[in-house]
């Protein structure tokens, strides 16, 4: 059973960063892709960043530029690089993994199938 625990959430003002980190343990195996979602205040769950088995990376349009993932596939873990955050970022965060193996991106939550517990950030105006 592959078990995730994510780090780093916290509040921040509006243009200031923040790190988060998801620690993956368990049958960590078989992983074709690492993903970050997302789910701000009385809104469904939305896709955030991906990164592949061989580095690729995929950006939802509303973070690209801002966002940066990071993948260690060998140290069982995923970071998330959140720069210049706005109020809108306002969410939980959550990271999750899937054994697709694929070179398209990974974006659909139903492709997951482990998911850490969530991390809330709050950007403040």
């Known amino acids: 059973q592959v078990r995730l625990v994510e780090s780093g959430g916290g509040l921040v003002q509006a243009g200031g960063s923040l790190t988060l980190s998801c620690a993956i343990s368990?049958?960590?195996?078989?992983?074709?892709?690492m993903a970050w979602f997302r789910q701000p205040p009385g809104k469904e769950r939305e896709f955030v960043a991906t990164?592949?088995?061989?580095?690729?990376?995929r950006y939802a349009d509303s973070v690209k530029g801002r966002f940066t993932i990071s993948g260690d596939y060998a140290g069982n873990r995923v970071h998330l690089r959140l720069n210049n955050l706005k109020p809108e970022d306002t969410a939980v965060y959550y990271c999750?993994?899937?054994?697709?193996?694929?070179?398209?991106?990974?974006?659909?939550?139903?492709?997951?199938?482990?998911w850490g517990q969530g991390t809330q950030v709050t950007v403040s105006s």
């Open positions: 368990g049958r960590a195996g078989n992983r074709g892709a």
């Open positions: 999750a993994t899937s054994t697709l193996y694929t070179q398209d991106a990974v974006t659909l939550p139903s492709d997951y199938e482990a």
């Open positions: 990164v592949n088995w061989i580095g690729d990376t």
